[in-house]
């Protein structure tokens, strides 16, 4: 190796050390900051399933006072059919594919069902309560929680001993 190519090779290594250095810099500051707005993104749909939870605990109050009947809650097939659950409470939808039982505990009713399953029945799984009914999904129905509630007991919010907000 020639001395100017030693001298090359010598002006290149501290620059390219350099270079990884800021890389591995560039790099975990965008971690830390992909981290951050995780945190924030989870922390605002937590606070959004905490205020939907209180506004089914609302409508949970007045649905009992003014006797609203719970009817059993049934899963229903992707390809058609349905299964029974041990549920009973109040579907959201008019295609019935989502509920609440009379705890307050949110429901998505379809899936995809096994002769065994429709024969036996099934017992869904409980999802946080969202303020929007079917917001993300492919069919473009999206139903505000308050709408939906409104339709099972028309004017509750009126009759509900607070205010939503």
């Excluded at 959201?92 to 505990?105: K, S």
């Excluded at 949110?106 to 929007?132: C, E, I, K």
């Excluded at 409104?150 to 607070?162: A, I």
Aim: glycine share 10%.
């Amino acid at each position: 190796m020639t001395a100017d190519g030693a001298a090359r090779l010598g002006d290149e290594s501290p620059s390219t050390a350099g270079s990884d250095s800021a890389d591995s810099d560039w790099a975990a500051s965008r971690r830390r900051a992909a981290a951050q707005r995780a945190r924030m993104l989870q922390a605002r749909q937590d606070a959004e399933h905490a205020r939907a939870a209180r506004i089914v605990d609302l409508f949970l109050g007045v649905a009992r006072d003014e006797g609203l009947e719970p009817v059993p809650l049934r899963v229903r097939g992707y390809c058609g059919g349905s299964a029974r659950t041990p549920l009973r409470g109040w579907y959201l939808r008019a295609d019935e594919t989502v509920g609440i039982d009379t705890e307050g505990r949110f429901y998505v009713l379809s899936t995809p069902l096994s002769l065994p399953q429709r024969l036996r029945g099934v017992r869904p799984q409980d999802q946080p309560v969202p303020m929007t009914i079917g917001e993300g999904g492919r069919d473009g129905d999206i139903v505000p929680l308050r709408f939906a509630l409104d339709r099972l007991l028309p004017g509750w919010e009126e009759r509900s001993p607070e205010p939503l907000v």
